[in-house]
C-alpha cells in the first residue's frame, strides 16, 4: 500500500506515467468513467480550501467512486480534541483512500502510520503539497510537450510558499532547468532550498528582485502572492507590493509563448486584464489539476 | 589531579570540551548509585583539552544519544581491569525522545503521543530534521 506525503516519493518514471495517465483522461474521459466504481474517498480538510478539496472530489466522481468527508475541522471530532491518529483510525475503516488537508506540519505522515488505506497529503501548513506539484507538472508539460530545457521565474513569496519549494525540488531532477527566483530579499527562498536542492543537484540559478530585468529570458513565470502579513513592517510591503503585480504592460517583453502560472487563489499579483492574454495558463493548471488527481486516486488504488 | 581507574564499567573518552556535561545530563547520570566521574578540560595529545566521563558499573547506555551530542567519543567498556570493547561513535541515522521539534506549526506541538524523532540528513555537517515537519534541530 502506496500513499503520497512529499512530491519526492515518486520517482520521475513514476511522475511522467501519472502524467501519461493524465493525458489520456484528457483524451479519453469515457474510458476512465468507471474505473473507481465502487470505491470511496475521503476528503478529511482541517482548514478551508477550495480547488484542491473540489478537485479531489470531482476527479473521484469522475472515476465513478463516490466521495465522503468533511470540509472544516469544526464539522468533525477533532473539534472535541480528537487526534489526527484516531480520526485516521476511524475514517480508514469506511474508505478507501483518503486525501487530507492539515494546518499543522507533518499531519499526513501521522496519518499514514494509523492508516489502512493509502493517504494523500492535501497540504500540511507551509510543508509539503505534492498534488498542486503534479498540477504543475502536468501544466508544464502539456504547454512546453517536455519536462526539461527551459528556463523558469518564480516570482513573489518565495520563503513561505510551499507550492514553490516542491516544484523546485521536483524540477532539480530534469535535466537542463535555469531558474530565475524573484523576489524581495525578505521573502527569497530559504538558505536550505538553496543548498540542499538547488547547490546540491548543480542547478543553475539566480536571484533578482524585480521581475522587468528578466521577463525576456522565461519559458514559465510561475507567479505567488505577496502576503502583507508576512512583513515586518507596513512600509517594506508598500514599498514592494506593486513589483510583483503582473500587468498587460509588464508582459509586452515577455516571450510569445511563455506559460504564466499561478497555484491560486490570487489576490491582486495578476491583474485581471492578463486573465484575456493567451499565456495566461492558470485556470488551465486547475484543470489539469483534477486529472492528475485521477491518474493520481488510480495509481494508489492499484486500479489500471 | 589523578583518579584512580575503574575495574568494571563504562569511560566515555574523547568528549569535546563542553559536551561531557551535556551528556552527563542528557543520560541522568546523576540516578545512577554507583560512582560517576565527570572529568572537564583533561588535557588531551590529539585534542588538547577534553572531557571524559568514568561510570563504575557496566550500565545500559544509550549510545545514539552520544553520538548525536558528541560524534566523536569513544566508549570503552572495561571488565576486571581491562578495555575489552572499545567502539568510536559516530552520529546515529534517527535520534528518538531526545530533542524535541521547536516548530510550532509542527503536528508533535498538538498530538502529545507522538515520539519525537529526527533524522540525520546531512552527515557532514551534523544536520538533524524532524520526521514531520523537516524542520532542522536547533
Known amino acids: 500500500m502506496r500513499s503520497l506525503i512529499d512530491i519526492l516519493e515518486l520517482t520521475t518514471d513514476e511522475i511522467n506515467e501519472l502524467l501519461d495517465v493524465a493525458n489520456d483522461i484528457i483524451d479519453n474521459p469515457s474510458k476512465y468513467s468507471e474505473k473507481c466504481h465502487g470505491k470511496k474517498l475521503a476528503t478529511l480538510f482541517f482548514e478551508p480550501s477550495t480547488r484542491t478539496r473540489l478537485s479531489f472530489e470531482a476527479a473521484m466522481y469522475e472515476l465513478g467512486g463516490n466521495v465522503l468527508g468533511f470540509s472544516e475541522a469544526q464539522s468533525s471530532s477533532s473539534a472535541k480534541g480528537e487526534s489526527v491518529s484516531d480520526t485516521i483510525r476511524t475514517v480508514s475503516c469506511y474508505a478507501d483512500i483518503i486525501a487530507m488537508r492539515h494546518p499543522k506540519e507533518g499531519a499526513p505522515y501521522v496519518a499514514t502510520m494509523k492508516s489502512r488505506v493509502p493517504i494523500i497529503n492535501a497540504g500540511d501548513g507551509g510543508h509539503n503539497h505534492p498534488t498542486q506539484t503534479l498540477t504543475d507538472l502536468l501544466t508544464i508539460k502539456r504547454e512546453k510537450g517536455r519536462l526539461n530545457g527551459f528556463t523558469i521565474g518564480f516570482c513573489g513569496d518565495l520563503k513561505f510558499g510551499r507550492t514553490v519549494h516542491s516544484l523546485i525540488s521536483a524540477l532539480s531532477r530534469y535535466e537542463n532547468i535555469k531558474m530565475v527566483l524573484i523576489s524581495p530579499d525578505e521573502l527569497k527562498v530559504p538558505e536550505y532550498v538553496k543548498e540542499e536542492i538547488l547547490d546540491k543537484k548543480g542547478i543553475e540559478y539566480r536571484e533578482v528582485t524585480t521581475l522587468d530585468e528578466v521577463m525576456g529570458e522565461l519559458d514559465i513565470l510561475y507567479m505567488t502572492r505577496v502576503q502583507k502579513e508576512r512583513f515586518f513592517n507596513e512600509a517594506d510591503y508598500l514599498r514592494l507590493k506593486d513589483t510583483y503585480i503582473l500587468t498587460p504592460e509588464k508582459l509586452n517583453s515577455a516571450k510569445s509563448d511563455l506559460a504564466i502560472l499561478h497555484p491560486l487563489p490570487r489576490v491582486n499579483e495578476i491583474s485581471v486584464a492578463v486573465d484575456d492574454d493567451p499565456r495566461a495558463k492558470y485556470f488551465d493548471q486547475v484543470l489539469n489539476g483534477k486529472y492528475v488527481r485521477m491518474a493520481l486516486i488510480m495509481k494508489l488504488l492499484e486500479v489500471r | ?138
Open chain 2, 1 to 138: 589531579m589523578i583518579l584512580s581507574p575503574i575495574d568494571n564499567g563504562i569511560v566515555l573518552d574523547h568528549i569535546k570540551p563542553g559536551n561531557g556535561f551535556e551528556i552527563y545530563n542528557t543520560l541522568k547520570l546523576s540516578e545512577l548509585n554507583c560512582q560517576v566521574a565527570l572529568i572537564l578540560n583533561a588535557q588531551s595529545i590529539k585534542m588538547g583539552r577534553k572531557d571524559i566521563i568514568k561510570i563504575a558499573e557496566p550500565i545500559d547506555l544509550d549510545l545514539d544519544v552520544i553520538g548525536y551530542i558528541d560524534p566523536g567519543v569513544t566508549v570503552n567498556f572495561v571488565k576486571d581491569g581491562k578495555v575489552v570493547k572499545r567502539m568510536h561513535l559516530e552520529a546515529p541515522e534517527l535520534v528518538k525522545d531526545v530533542i524535541k521539534c521547536k516548530n510550532p506549526r509542527c503536528i508533535t506541538s498538538t498530538e502529545q503521543e507522538l515520539r519525537h524523532i529526527f533524522k540525520l540528513t546531512d552527515r557532514e555537517k551534523g544536520v538533524y530534521r524532524c520526521m514531520y515537519c523537516e524542520s532542522k534541530a536547533k
